[in-house]
């Protein structure tokens, strides 16, 4: 498995609060991805960056925030959970050349209550 | 916009035969097309891919997938399925942003002994 570790595994937290989710890497990759999975909506792009302090939006950024201080690191954040952001999260990185496949870290399930 | 569906929210074969989950897109240039699968609790694992050339695709554990230009179609085939097969399958392509991918709904592989 490429070197990829989300922190938490899990986590609930309520309705409102600030809740912060992490991605490392070991793999010294350009890429990284959050993508977030739902039952019948397959993964859906949250944000991802293309380098230090270099991110963009992706499909479903709403309410969610990203930042990446260092290559290895890249933070999600819910500035104000509700209970529709109850998902898995997933971060994803890839080598940057055209057309490599994406490796996936283990998830973060997360629940809003 | 790019996108694929995969038209089959389930899959159910016996042990030893063989195993097709379907997958169409839609592109406006050339298409590049993925394959993952998904084991519970686990991030996505990437199975095989095809960017241009020879039509069928041979990629990990025994898998591999027919590209079709005319149908639009890029199956994921087994000739011979195992209980260890049974997962969530997704297809996905790169779309014209470099570097993001549009994935399928999946494709739950229930595989019986």
């Known amino acids: 498995d490429a070197g990829i570790t989300q922190s938490p595994r899990h986590k609930v937290t309520e309705t409102g609060t600030p809740v912060t989710l992490r991605c490392h890497q070991t793999e010294n990759h350009r890429y990284m991805y959050w993508y977030r999975q739902d039952p019948g909506h397959g993964l859906r792009l949250i944000h991802y960056s293309y380098g230090v302090k270099d991110t963009d939006k992706g499909e479903v950024s709403d309410g969610y925030s990203v930042s990446r201080s260092k290559t290895e690191d890249f933070l999600l954040t819910l500035e104000s959970a509700t209970s529709s952001q109850t998902s898995v999260y997933f971060c994803?990185?890839?080598?940057?050349?055209?057309?490599?496949?994406?490796?996936f870290g283990n998830g973060t399930r997360l629940t809003v209550t | 916009a790019q996108s694929v569906a995969q038209p089959e929210d389930q899959v159910n074969v016996a042990e030893g035969n063989p195993l097709t989950v379907k997958c169409t897109y839609s592109?406006?240039?050339?298409?590049?097309l993925f394959w993952y699968v998904q084991y519970p609790n686990r991030g996505l694992q990437f199975l095989l891919k095809?960017?241009?050339?020879?039509?069928l695709v041979k990629g990990s554990y025994g898998f591999e997938a027919e590209f079709n230009k005319s149908q639009t179609s890029f199956h994921l085939k087994k000739p011979s399925a195992l209980v260890s097969d049974s997962a969530l399958y997704f297809c996905a392509v790169e779309t014209d942003s470099w570097g993001k991918f549009q994935f399928g709904a999946g494709t739950q592989v229930v595989v019986t002994p």
């Open positions: 592109v406006s240039g050339n298409p590049y």
């Open positions: 095809y960017i241009t050339g020879d039509n």
């Open positions: 994803a990185i890839s080598g940057g050349d055209y057309n490599s496949p994406l490796h």
